[in-house]
């Protein structure tokens, strides 16, 4: 039973334009969410989060959407570089709790 | 200031044989966690611990043990190894519960191969 879900595992996109990742989840308790981005040996890093009570929370180039009665948040990466080419995961906690929920974690790869 | 250190980076086992997996911190992290991460299931939690001499399960802690006998470092043992523990583990650490403490920290990984 997967309760935060990346459908997508790959994604590919030219520099310069905007990289949109999606995450879904199915418990309703969860009350904050977090993405980590990963490269190749070594271990993930936090890259933003978000709490339950926003929509929205923005860090320089990096955005991220949550919509609550969809079950359903976005990172949005503009613009994108290559630097960027990394395994993201998304991560959810339930209200009181001591762990996260990771996804699956999607590949971006920025192109030139 | 290392942050969180796992020892070692690389080790091959045969089926059979124990280990122990090493996890320090060096930020007086309240809290600590060991992962699993194998390709198609993202991180999965393996034990976890909330405090210095405390541990609790994880989603997948069969096969595994760990201890917390200093604040910072956290052991995981396998003491019979098998070929579904074949796994890149991560180490991680929190500073503690409150909510602007969700960020964990993680370690640079345990490649484990066993035959």
């Known amino acids: 039973d997967q309760q935060v879900k990346q459908n997508s595992p790959s994604l590919s996109v030219q520099e310069g334009r905007i990289s949109i990742l999606n995450c879904d989840y199915t418990?309703?308790?969860?009350?904050?969410f977090l993405w980590y981005k990963k490269y190749p040996a070594e271990g993930p890093t936090f890259l933003i989060s978000?709490?339950?009570?926003?929509d929205k929370n923005e860090d320089g180039r990096f955005t991220v959407f949550l919509n609550k009665s969809a079950k359903h948040l976005s990172l949005h990466i503009v613009p994108s570089q290559p630097g960027d080419s990394a395994v993201y995961f998304c991560?959810?906690?339930?209200?009181?709790?001591?762990?996260?929920?990771f996804g699956t974690g999607t590949r971006l790869q920025v192109f030139p | 200031n290392a942050g969180v250190t796992q020892t070692p980076k690389f080790r091959v086992l045969k089926t059979g044989q124990s280990m122990t997996l090493l996890c320090a911190q060096d930020?007086?992290?309240?809290?600590m966690y060991w992962y699993r991460q194998d390709p198609g299931m993202g991180l999965r939690l393996i034990h976890y611990?909330?405090?210095?001499?405390?541990?609790a399960k994880g989603e997948v802690p069969d096969g595994y043990n760990v201890s917390r006998l200093k604040k910072q470092n956290f052991l995981l043992g396998l003491e019979s190894a098998a070929p579904s523990q074949t796994s890149v583990y991560f180490c991680?650490?929190?500073?503690?519960?409150?909510?602007?403490?969700?960020?964990?920290?993680f370690g640079p990984g345990t490649r484990l191969t066993v035959l």
């Open positions: 991680a650490s929190r500073r503690g519960l409150v909510v602007s403490y969700n960020e964990q920290f």
């Open positions: 418990n309703s308790m969860f009350d904050y």
């Open positions: 978000i709490s339950s009570i926003k």
């Open positions: 991560a959810a906690r339930s209200y009181n709790t001591d762990k996260l929920i």
């Open positions: 930020m007086n992290h309240e809290y």
């Open positions: 611990s909330v405090g210095e001499g405390t541990t």
